[in-house]
């Protein structure tokens, strides 16, 4: 069964960093792609960035990403992170760890992060 679980969310101040950790039972090469999406109040799961497994990334073309946010994995540790910079208080959502297989779509259970004035 996989798992993907999610950790390293909470309350940081805008202008403060927290880096977001996705572990998944087993190899994370059993996805094409791994990524992090978000889920703001009142709005729809949206893209955050992605890592493909030749290690390629894409990242949301949105300002609430650009030039703040890396994501990145350690192989040997079947993890994908996603590093955050500079937070503003429109980061706030709950983050998701994606792992797409083709046509399956696997998720995880989500990580509030919350950016306060």
């Known amino acids: 069964q996989v798992q993907l679980v999610e950790s390293g969310g909470g309350l940081v101040q805008a202008g403060g960093s927290l880096r977001l950790s996705c572990a998944a039972s087993g190899s994370i090469f059993r996805f094409n792609t791994m990524g992090w999406y978000r889920q703001a109040p009142g709005k729809q799961r949206e893209l955050v960035a992605t890592?493909?497994?030749?290690?390629?990334?894409?990242?949301a073309d949105a300002d609430f990403v650009k030039g703040r946010f890396t994501i990145s994995r350690d192989i040997a540790k079947n993890t994908v992170f996603l590093q955050m910079n500079s937070l503003k208080l429109d980061n706030t959502a709950v983050y998701y760890c994606?792992?797409?297989?083709?046509?399956?779509?696997?998720w995880g259970q989500g990580t509030q992060v919350t950016v306060s004035s």
């Open positions: 994606n792992g797409r297989s083709y046509n399956l779509n696997y």
């Open positions: 890592i493909t497994t030749a290690g390629n990334t894409n990242y």
